[in-house]
């Protein structure tokens, strides 16, 4: 269940993967969508219920607005860089399984 708490901290982190991004600091990115994805764990295991007011609701729900528009500028920033990675890795294959039928081939 997500809480307040949880859902501010994941927040915080998307605030700071969009800094890393926009900064090119790939590892800083990494880092916190491990935080991230530890955030995420936390809410899934969390199954006390608690009682939330009418204010943590609306916090909660612009906060979560405010991470998918965050998560989209992330992707504008990354999205070219991970596609330039998947045409590389792509290529690394393609030339490895023509290397390997030209040597296998007798000629």
């Given amino acids: 269940m997500l809480t307040p708490e949880i859902c501010a901290a994941m927040y915080q982190c998307y605030a700071s993967m969009l800094t890393a991004a926009q900064n090119n600091d790939l590892e800083a990115l990494s880092a916190h969508e491990h935080t991230l ?19 943590s609701i609306e916090t909660m729900q612009a906060q979560i607005a405010r991470m998918l528009e965050i998560d989209a500028q992330i992707l504008e920033y990354v999205g070219p860089l991970l596609e330039e990675t998947r045409k590389l890795l792509s290529g690394s294959v393609k030339d490895r399984a023509v290397r390997n039928a030209y040597r296998s081939a007798e000629f």
Avoid: G, S
Avoid at 43 to 51: F, L, M, R, S
């Fill in 37 to 55: 994805a530890q955030l995420r764990m936390r809410a899934v295991e969390q199954h006390t219920p608690i009682e939330l007011n009418r204010e």
